[in-house]
């Protein structure tokens, strides 16, 4: 079965600490991954997309790995800000393009 | 801001009702998907609208249906409304098969 699991479900830093979010996945044939970030109440906005071929992305303080050997992604969050308080959710795309299987989320919750 | 509008942001209804919720896209955007959010849960996907054509579907009963209009908008119906239904209805919109998904802001049905 195609599933997308994240981890932590939750997590509680301190403003200016660097986190990593976790995300694993069993999509079979595998097309891209996307990491999204959703402030409460709000639509998903897109932070990376990264194909088969691509190790690492950046967006700003965001990086986001991709080991497609392990099945696995990681959304690295560096010197975090009150701002980054938000759900971020993971999102693989396959068997095919328009199949887009998402993560249930982690909650991150950064206090000053 | 992603160039996705939804409408209304807020919605009350009551069981057995229908109801249509909207969503205008940036032009050149040809496929429209919608997603259905539950508190706390990853969005779960609905169905998909290419050139206004259905071309996928989630795990969804008939009664959520859709309609996508020439002018790039774009409308999810739901009839008989369940308590169940209660959700976050987000709309995103892409220019192609791979390329990123634009999200709106959602729609917060409440039924009663």
């Known amino acids: 079965k195609n599933q997308v699991e994240q981890s932590p479900q939750s997590l509680i830093i301190l403003e200016g600490k660097n986190c990593t979010l976790q995300c694993n996945y069993t999509v079979s044939p595998f097309s891209n991954l996307r990491w999204y970030k959703q402030d409460t109440g709000r639509g998903p906005v897109s932070l990376t997309i990264?194909?088969?071929?691509?190790n690492t992305k950046s967006n700003g303080r965001y990086t986001a790995t991709l080991d497609a050997d392990t099945k696995q992604s990681s959304l690295h969050i560096t010197a975090s800000q009150l701002s980054d308080s938000a759900s971020y959710i993971c999102?693989?795309?396959?068997?095919?393009?328009?199949?887009?299987?998402f993560g249930t989320g982690t909650r991150l919750q950064v206090f000053p | 801001e992603t160039g996705v509008t939804q409408s209304p942001t807020h919605l009350i209804k009551t069981r057995g009702q229908q109801v249509t919720l909207r969503c205008s896209s940036q032009?050149?955007?040809?496929?429209v998907s919608w997603y259905q959010q539950a508190l706390g849960q990853g969005p779960q996907f609905i169905f998909q609208y290419y050139r206004e054509e259905e071309n996928g579907r989630g795990n969804f009963p008939p009664r959520f249906s859709g309609l996508q209009f020439p002018n790039y908008s774009s409308e999810l119906n739901v009839n008989a409304l369940e308590l169940d239904d209660s959700a976050l209805y987000l709309c995103?919109?892409?220019?192609?098969?791979?390329?990123?998904?634009?999200f709106g802001s959602g729609t917060q049905l409440s039924v009663l």
């Open positions: 995103a919109t892409r220019p192609g098969r791979n390329e990123k998904l634009f």
């Open positions: 990264m194909t088969f071929s691509e």
């Open positions: 032009s050149g955007h040809n496929t």
């Open positions: 999102v693989v795309s396959g068997p095919s393009p328009d199949k887009l299987i």
